[in-house]
């Protein structure tokens, strides 16, 4: 559904009276667009030591304008702050107040993606506080950009050099239009099990992919976002939805498999529709899921148990059947969605958020079983995103949603299918068992 205040702010008109009336002013963001330029400008890369020479390193040999120092004159695409090296929350006093006064010289549609270390339990008690520290300072200026700007975080694992693959892909994907809702949020890279494509605007060339749910809404989008980055597709939902499912898989050149996704061999049909009508599967797409929403005074068992088993169970016994099987490619991907209400819970939402929740659990624990193969599980979790369901909130409930994140505007279904083909792509090699966030840095669970 169009957002019409967005719209209207952005007129010169509504421009002049928002800004005087001292009303949100939500920014057009900038999304990807084949051919696009990566950035809006030269990209700052601020900091010292492995970090800092490596991601100047990568952004250059990309072709794009890098400086090492700020121009108090300059316009900037994209600020690198890298923090890697931090060992006490003294050392975090230059490098950021340096980043500081470029982020005010951030083109609209900018990027600001720091790098630096997660905070484990054996660091020193300085080295944690420094590390911990870029948490809550990442977090805090994604809410301070304006103009459509967005802040993100690379975390390096113990065994993630900065200069590696698995680096540069998710530092890709975040300087680019592809995160365009993605906000406040940080990638950990684990190793180096990344593999940079040929083609950036087609990382997906030759892959064959599952998606489920994908008759409407955010299923159909993450359909067409995958065949666009060159896989074949497979769009599976129930036979009631037979006919929006078949206007998809058209739309995609793919193929539909109508299937309700609890039934105890749904994994092995999905197989063997993959197999027999493409001959492999490289991607699993976890989209389907439905609501029953009820407080839980007033919640039946019929309600509880067809969430729990649509949202959860069945992608259990899927990937049980997947992966049991020894017949997907190597290096599989399996991709679920999540949701914001199972990170911060919603009122009348139990048994929703309690699956989706499940979804996270599930996928944290899966990633060691994909280890070995070199495959890869991660779960995307949309916040407030423009689809029919949003459609049917009462008119101030929505306009509400829309402005509490730091974007201050709603998504789109297409949003979450970025993030879901770069996770689906050899280029995030090095992510599993993470939760990303599409949510435009929503306060709720921020």
């Not at 339990?121 to 809410?143: F, K, M």
């Not at 007033?298 to 729990?308: H, I």
Request: net charge neutral.
């Amino acid at each position: 559904m169009a957002d019409k205040y967005l719209n209207l702010v952005n007129s010169a008109l509504g421009k002049t009276a928002a800004k005087k009336l001292g009303l949100p002013r939500p920014a057009h963001l900038r999304r990807y667009q084949p051919g696009a330029p990566l950035v809006p400008g030269p990209v700052l890369v601020v900091g010292a030591g492995a970090g800092a020479d490596a991601a100047a390193t990568t952004v250059l040999d990309w072709g794009l304008d890098v400086r090492r120092h700020a121009d108090p004159r300059g316009k900037y695409g994209a600020v690198i702050l890298a923090l890697d090296e931090v060992a006490h929350p003294d050392d975090l006093s230059g490098p950021v107040l340096e980043a500081a006064a470029a982020l005010k010289r951030l083109r609209p549609g900018g990027r600001m993606v720091t790098i630096s270390r997660p905070a484990e339990a054996e660091n020193d008690p300085a080295t944690a506080a420094a590390r911990q520290g870029v948490d809550g300072l990442l977090r805090s200026i994604a809410h301070e950009l304006r103009g459509g700007a967005t802040g993100n975080g690379i975390l390096l694992g113990p065994d993630a050099a900065p200069s590696s693959s698995s680096v540069a892909g998710a530092l890709h994907f975040l300087l680019s239009g592809r995160s365009a809702y993605v906000d406040g949020q940080f990638l950990r890279v684990d190793g180096d099990g990344a593999t940079i494509p040929a083609d950036w605007d087609k990382p997906l060339s030759g892959k064959v992919a599952v998606v489920t749910g994908a008759a409407q809404g955010i299923g159909a989008a993450i359909a067409r976002t995958l065949r666009r980055d060159g896989a074949d597709v497979v769009v599976v939902d129930i036979p009631p939805a037979g006919e929006s499912l078949a206007e998809v898989a058209n739309a995609v050149q793919g193929t539909a498999l109508q299937l309700d996704i609890t039934a105890d061999d749904a994994g092995r049909r999905i197989l063997d529709h993959a197999l027999g009508r493409h001959g492999r599967l490289d991607i699993m797409v976890h989209n389907a899921g439905i609501t029953r929403d009820k407080l839980l005074a007033n919640m039946d068992e019929s309600r509880w148990t067809s969430v729990l088993q649509v949202n959860i169970a069945a992608q259990l016994r899927i990937n049980e059947q997947l992966l049991g099987s020894g017949q997907l490619s190597e290096a599989p991907r399996i991709v679920s969605l999540a949701s914001t209400s199972g990170i911060a819970g919603n009122r009348g939402q139990t048994n929703y958020a309690a699956s989706k929740a499940g979804i996270i659990g599930m996928v944290r624990a899966s990633a060691g079983q994909l280890a070995d193969s070199g495959g890869t599980i991660n779960a995307v979790a949309p916040g407030f995103i423009e689809t029919a369901m949003t459609a049917r909130m009462p008119m101030a409930t929505r306009q509400v949603a829309r402005r509490l994140s730091s974007l201050q505007q709603g998504g789109r279904p297409g949003d979450v299918a970025e993030t879901v083909a770069f996770l689906a792509s050899d280029a995030a090699g090095g992510i599993s068992g993470q939760v990303v966030r599409v949510c435009g840095q929503n306060m709720v669970g921020a």
